[in-house]
């Protein structure tokens, strides 16, 4: 099993910046990739980033493209996610999720642990 938990929503004007952090423990070593997924009211759950665990490659939905970078410290098994130039559009619950095995990076399927979510509000 792996824990994941994120930290650092919170609400922000339009144009500002912030940094979500996701830490994982229990069994890390079985990590393959990591992902930021979001949740707009009314919305599905949908993709943000993800990045392989190993590697470092990433994956960006067109939203984000631009805007927010994934990054990942190994050593303290935690992953992030910095957005920059923020819309109202991106008001959401942000959910950290984990993959236990291999599989497409952008779909929410690959993923077998997810955290409780962090509120992120963009104010206009």
């Known amino acids: 099993q792996v824990q994941v938990v994120e930290s650092g929503g919170g609400l922000v004007q339009a144009g500002g910046s912030l940094r979500l952090s996701c830490a994982a423990s229990?069994?890390?070593?079985?990590?393959?990739?990591m992902a930021w997924f979001r949740q707009a009211p009314g919305r599905e759950r949908a993709i943000v980033t993800a990045?392989?665990?190993?590697?470092?490659?990433?994956y960006y939905a067109d939203s984000a493209k631009g805007r927010f970078t994934i990054s990942r410290d190994n050593a303290k098994n935690t992953v992030y996610l910095q957005m920059n130039s923020l819309k109202p559009e991106d008001t959401a619950v942000y959910y950290c999720?984990?993959?236990?095995?291999?599989?497409?990076?952008?779909?929410?399927?690959?993923?077998?642990?997810w955290g409780q979510g962090t509120q992120v509000t963009v104010s206009s």
């Open positions: 999720a984990a993959a236990g095995h291999g599989g497409p990076m952008g779909r929410s399927e690959t993923y077998d642990y």
């Open positions: 990045i392989g665990w190993i590697y470092g490659s990433t």
């Open positions: 229990g069994r890390t070593y079985s990590i393959s990739s």
